[in-house]
């Protein structure tokens, strides 16, 4: 029975595997710091094979650069030994609900995350820190003080002293940040479907960054907008020299060639203010408004849409420079009395009717602009604090609205969508989710990720009983499902406001399941059993589940089988036991089920010739589940 790895996938190996197929001579064997063997490129062969010329050293190229990238690109790809432990006391609706909640760094939520949600997620928002100037911002491997900075990225010497002028903030911050945030897109972009788009708001400070970074990331082609959030209507005393009003949101594409077009539903006082038109298509297609069938002089100058258009008096209607129609679509759309002439003499020209639907009923959308206002940060404060008795728990959360526009035009007609965001904050992203999806009758599952930061000393949060970010943001999301409850919801939608509590922590599995040359002789006698003592069933499952890709929000069943605890995934997509003692009358109810994945622990059986019996019953019964044990 083979065993279950029960880390996270080294992607290193798997590059370089997929290097191997493409150019077996660029791939070597060499021996890590533990003396194994493992595959390995030849840089220097592989550098030669895409070259046309002979390579004699490094070349320059457009790139972006800064101390610490290859450290990021290494920790990006390097397994992880964690895991996630189910929190159900602090979950809504665990068993039945699609949406999580994962508390912890989100560097490793990513990481555990990468197997079952490859290629699934529609949309990602994340609102990262801004980097604006305070000694590291994110609490996680890559923080590092200003001499070690200097040191490692050659700007000064062992003594100390600088070798060149560098400000913190044109420095040390910038590559800091940049390291961070790197990482974590490089794996982000894995989890993003073929149509999927990625969200991120920034603001002056690490705009320019940010985009070289997904260029890099994503690659240039797949940029789609940066838009303008208009974030405020006023400004303070503070400003020196100009009042910031603004903020970015960049967007990004898998794979632009993939993405359909966007469209916003129509704004209802639009539609009361322009279309007023009402004709025979009325009860199809709805009212219409005139736009100008000539086409404007930024429209390039297109010969085969110079002609006359003879009416059916015989009159003829020129254009004054040309149509935006071709003449075959103008002469249809006169005959199904949807153009129509407007002025007299020579200012005689044509108007086509722009109805509110298409032929099938369907509402015209509009595309969204890249400016973004009425929606401000004032709003995102009241949004956060209408579920707290009016109290500012923290400062500067996202609008509601804000987000939920870029849901609307960027998930289109995707069936049950995913929509991820981890650096979750306050919970904005969750509760815009249920926002629209009540209204709109959308099933729309969420992935909200947030460390558990500390809430300030004294501050507002703190004395309303809140100690984490992760804690305000759980009990945010709580109240804003009871609150969306009890308006009007569409009823198309699945009322999920619901969510499982993740927690990353160390693996279940002990050091002998990792390290076990690591061991001395006399510590094994403790070491038998690979998984630690306070681990429940239902934290192996989890891991299980992680390790075999399965998504993380399936329905789980938990019964008792033969005096054991046996639980089953979405019906018979895996059935697991983790108790000792397993009888074969057990193993065979299990494989008479003929489940597609069985999972056993390692202990379940008192003996090898147990262990082996269970798999004869397994190839007698169901020869297709794979078997493993942990």
Same mark, same amino acid.
């Given at each position: 029975?083979?065993?279950?790895?029960?880390?996270?996938?080294?992607?290193?190996?798997?590059?370089?595997?997929?290097?191997?197929?493409?150019?077996?001579?660029?791939?070597?064997?060499?021996?890590?710091?533990?003396?194994?063997?493992?595959?390995?490129?030849?840089?220097?062969?592989?550098?030669?094979?895409?070259?046309?010329?002979?390579?004699?050293?490094?070349?320059?190229?457009?790139?972006?650069?800064?101390?610490?990238?290859?450290?990021?690109?290494?920790?990006?790809?390097?397994?992880?030994?964690?895991?996630?432990?189910?929190?159900?006391?602090?979950?809504?609706?665990?068993?039945?609900?699609?949406?999580?909640?994962?508390?912890?760094?989100?560097?490793?939520?990513?990481?555990?995350?990468?197997?079952?949600?490859?290629?699934?997620?529609?949309?990602?928002?994340?609102?990262?820190?801004?980097?604006?100037?305070?000694?590291?911002?994110?609490?996680?491997?890559?923080?590092?003080?200003?001499?070690?900075?200097?040191?490692?990225?050659?700007?000064?010497?062992?003594?100390?002293?600088?070798?060149?002028?560098?400000?913190?903030?044109?420095?040390?911050?910038?590559?800091?940040?940049?390291?961070?945030?790197?990482?974590?897109?490089?794996?982000?972009?894995?989890?993003?479907?073929?149509?999927?788009?990625?969200?991120?708001?920034?603001?002056?400070?690490?705009?320019?960054?940010?985009?070289?970074?997904?260029?890099?990331?994503?690659?240039?082609?797949?940029?789609?907008?940066?838009?303008?959030?208009?974030?405020?209507?006023?400004?303070?005393?503070?400003?020196?020299?100009?009042?910031?009003?603004?903020?970015?949101?960049?967007?990004?594409?898998?794979?632009?060639?993939?993405?359909?077009?966007?469209?916003?539903?129509?704004?209802?006082?639009?539609?009361?203010?322009?279309?007023?038109?009402?004709?025979?298509?009325?009860?199809?297609?709805?009212?219409?408004?005139?736009?100008?069938?000539?086409?404007?002089?930024?429209?390039?100058?297109?010969?085969?849409?110079?002609?006359?258009?003879?009416?059916?008096?015989?009159?003829?209607?020129?254009?004054?420079?040309?149509?935006?129609?071709?003449?075959?679509?103008?002469?249809?759309?006169?005959?199904?009395?949807?153009?129509?002439?407007?002025?007299?003499?020579?200012?005689?020209?044509?108007?086509?009717?722009?109805?509110?639907?298409?032929?099938?009923?369907?509402?015209?959308?509009?595309?969204?602009?890249?400016?973004?206002?009425?929606?401000?940060?004032?709003?995102?404060?009241?949004?956060?604090?209408?579920?707290?008795?009016?109290?500012?728990?923290?400062?500067?959360?996202?609008?509601?609205?804000?987000?939920?526009?870029? &849901?609307?035009?960027? !998930?289109? /007609?995707?069936?049950?969508?995913?929509?991820?965001?981890?650096? %979750? @904050?306050?919970? *904005?992203? =969750?509760?815009?989710?249920?926002?629209?999806?009540?209204?709109?009758?959308?099933?729309?599952?969420? &992935?909200?990720?947030? !460390?558990? /930061?500390?809430?300030?000393?004294?501050?507002?949060?703190?004395? %309303? @009983?809140?100690? *984490?970010? =992760?804690?305000?943001?759980?009990?945010?999301?709580?109240?804003?499902?009871?609150?969306?409850?009890?308006?009007?919801?569409?009823?198309?939608?699945?009322?999920?406001?619901?969510?499982?509590?993740?927690?990353?922590?160390?693996?279940?599995?002990?050091?002998?399941?990792?390290?076990?040359?690591?061991?001395?002789?006399?510590?094994?006698?403790?070491?038998?059993?690979?998984?630690?003592?306070?681990?429940?069933?239902?934290?192996?499952?989890?891991?299980?589940?992680?390790?075999?890709?399965?998504?993380?929000?399936?329905?789980?069943?938990?019964?008792?089988?033969?005096?054991?605890?046996?639980?089953?995934?979405?019906?018979?997509?895996?059935?697991?036991?983790?108790?000792?003692?397993?009888?074969?009358?057990?193993?065979?109810?299990?494989?008479?089920?003929?489940?597609?994945?069985?999972?056993?622990?390692?202990?379940?059986?008192?003996?090898?010739?147990?262990?082996?019996?269970?798999?004869?019953?397994?190839?007698?019964?169901?020869?297709?589940?794979?078997?493993?044990?942990?």
């Amino acid at each position: 029975m083979d065993k279950m790895k029960m880390h996270s996938p080294d992607l290193s190996q798997e590059n370089i595997t997929k290097i191997r197929a493409l150019f077996p001579d660029c791939v070597t064997e060499a021996a890590d710091e533990q003396g194994n063997i493992r595959l390995a490129v030849d840089f220097d062969q592989l550098r030669q094979t895409l070259s046309d010329h002979i390579v004699e050293g490094p070349q320059e190229r457009y790139r972006l650069d800064w101390p610490g990238k290859r450290e990021a690109l290494l920790t990006a790809n390097a397994p992880i030994a964690k895991t996630l432990r189910p929190c159900r006391e602090e979950s809504v609706d665990f068993d039945t609900t699609q949406n999580l909640f994962i508390e912890g760094d989100n560097l490793d939520a990513l990481k555990l995350l990468q197997e079952s949600y490859l290629g699934k997620v529609k949309m990602i928002y994340i609102d990262p820190p801004y980097n604006t100037g305070n000694d590291f911002i994110y609490d996680d491997d890559f923080s590092e003080n200003s001499d070690t900075f200097l040191l490692r990225s050659n700007q000064s010497d062992e003594q100390g002293g600088r070798l060149v002028a560098n400000t913190d903030s044109n420095g040390r911050f910038h590559s800091d940040w940049l390291t961070m945030i790197y990482a974590r897109l490089k794996i982000a972009k894995k989890l993003l479907s073929d149509q999927g788009v990625i969200f991120i708001s920034i603001d002056d400070g690490e705009v320019h960054n940010t985009r070289a970074i997904c260029n890099e990331v994503f690659g240039t082609e797949n940029f789609v907008e940066c838009f303008v959030w208009k974030k405020s209507y006023g400004g303070g005393p503070k400003e020196k020299y100009a009042v910031t009003q603004h903020e970015y949101v960049l967007m990004f594409a898998k794979d632009i060639s993939s993405l359909p077009p966007f469209s916003l539903p129509y704004d209802p006082k639009k539609v009361e203010r322009y279309y007023k038109g009402r004709d025979s298509k009325y009860s199809v297609r709805g009212p219409y408004r005139l736009k100008p069938l000539e086409a404007t002089k930024s429209m390039d100058a297109r010969p085969n849409l110079v002609y006359d258009v003879i009416l059916n008096d015989g009159e003829v209607v020129k254009p004054k420079r040309q149509w935006l129609w071709s003449k075959e679509r103008v002469l249809t759309a006169l005959a199904n009395d949807e153009v129509i002439v407007s002025g007299s003499g020579s200012d005689k020209t044509l108007n086509y009717k722009q109805y509110l639907r298409d032929e099938n009923g369907v509402e015209r959308g509009e595309k969204p602009f890249s400016v973004i206002d009425g929606i401000y940060t004032q709003h995102g404060t009241e949004n956060l604090s209408s579920h707290f008795s009016g109290k500012v728990l923290l400062q500067f959360p996202k609008p509601i609205d804000l987000i939920r526009n870029f &849901i609307t035009f960027s !998930i289109g /007609d995707t069936d049950n969508p995913i929509i991820l965001d981890f650096f %979750a @904050g306050s919970g *904005t992203t =969750a509760e815009a989710c249920w926002a629209m999806a009540s209204a709109l009758g959308r099933n729309i599952r969420w &992935i909200s990720v947030q !460390i558990p /930061d500390g809430c300030e000393a004294g501050s507002t949060a703190e004395k %309303a @009983g809140f100690s *984490t970010i =992760a804690e305000i943001s759980k009990e945010r999301i709580r109240r804003a499902g009871n609150k969306v409850l009890e308006g009007e919801c569409h009823e198309g939608w699945n009322r999920d406001v619901g969510f499982r509590v993740l927690k990353i922590d160390s693996s279940n599995m002990t050091n002998v399941f990792y390290r076990p040359d690591e061991l001395r002789q006399d510590e094994l006698f403790g070491q038998v059993d690979s998984v630690k003592p306070d681990r429940t069933g239902e934290d192996l499952l989890f891991q299980v589940l992680i390790d075999w890709g399965v998504e993380l929000t399936l329905p789980i069943n938990r019964e008792a089988l033969h005096g054991k605890t046996v639980y089953s995934v979405d019906g018979n997509a895996l059935i697991a036991c983790f108790d000792t003692g397993v009888t074969d009358e057990l193993v065979k109810e299990i494989a008479a089920r003929a489940p597609l994945r069985a999972v056993f622990r390692d202990t379940s059986f008192a003996r090898d010739a147990d262990r082996i019996n269970a798999e004869q019953l397994f190839r007698q019964l169901s020869p297709g589940t794979e078997l493993k044990a942990i």
